[in-house]
């Protein structure tokens, strides 16, 4: 009788593995489907197929990151918010789940909650162009403009060739009526792209707010040009 228990229990072992290991793969399994789904842009079926990864695995932590992904796709900041946060509670080490969350609190508005997030990704990766530039953009939007132009400057630092940084920068440093900087940051996104129509208008304004008011009006006519209406009405505002 003992020989028989054993027996019964070294199969019940074996039968508990295999199950366990199988709804592993099963949970693998579908977050590979979710996955071609989510390059197809297939984001709703993609969210079914990660959420069943989910249910199978419960810490799977990348079936989290890749449903918050997908709920980006669709809009669904919060549910986004919740799936990245769900990441980093399961893998702490996940730095991208922090960057994807900074993201979408920025769209719901959650700019302190959104600095945070930056902040965290910047203490692993500190030449993380993106991050600054995202924390930049954070600080801006609460007004604080200096802060804003120091997270520019050193995504800056780190990647000179994004157009981007210098747009921003520019328009911080106007907020604060450094006038004079932002009309290099965007002659350097003119120097990027010369058909910048909102570089050129930007520009326009810095220099008539600072005194160079036939400049200004040139740079206003030339966005004007390049397909900005709302540059003709700064005309008439300004320049006659």
Known sequence: MKKITVFITFLLSGFIFMSVSSLGQSAKDFCKTGNDKYKKKEYAEAINDFTKAIEIKPNYARAYYFRGLARDELLDYMGSIADYTQVIDKSPGFTNAYFKRGDAKIKTQDYIGA??????????????????????????????????????????????????????????????????????????????????????????????????????????????????????????????
């Not at 004079?180 to 570089?199: G, P, R």
């Not at 540059?231 to 505002?237: F, L, N, R, S």
Request: net charge neutral; glycine share 6%.
């Open 115 to 240: 600095i945070a997030d930056f902040t965290e990704v910047i203490k692993v990766k500190n030449m993380y162009s993106e991050a600054y530039f995202r924390r930049g953009v954070a600080k801006d939007l609460l007004q604080d403009y200096h802060g804003a132009i120091a997270d520019f400057s050193e995504a800056i630092k780190n990647n000179p060739n994004n157009v981007d940084f210098y747009f921003y920068r520019g328009d911080s440093r106007s907020k604060i009526r450094d006038y004079t900087s932002a009309i290099e940051d965007y002659t350097m996104v003119l120097e990027f792209n010369k058909n910048s129509s909102k570089a050129y208008y930007s520009r326009g304004l810095a220099k008539i707010f600072s005194g160079q008011r036939a400049a200004g009006c040139l740079d206003l006519s030339k966005a004007g040009e390049l397909g900005m209406k709302e540059a003709y009405d700064t005309i008439k505002q300004f320049c006659y």
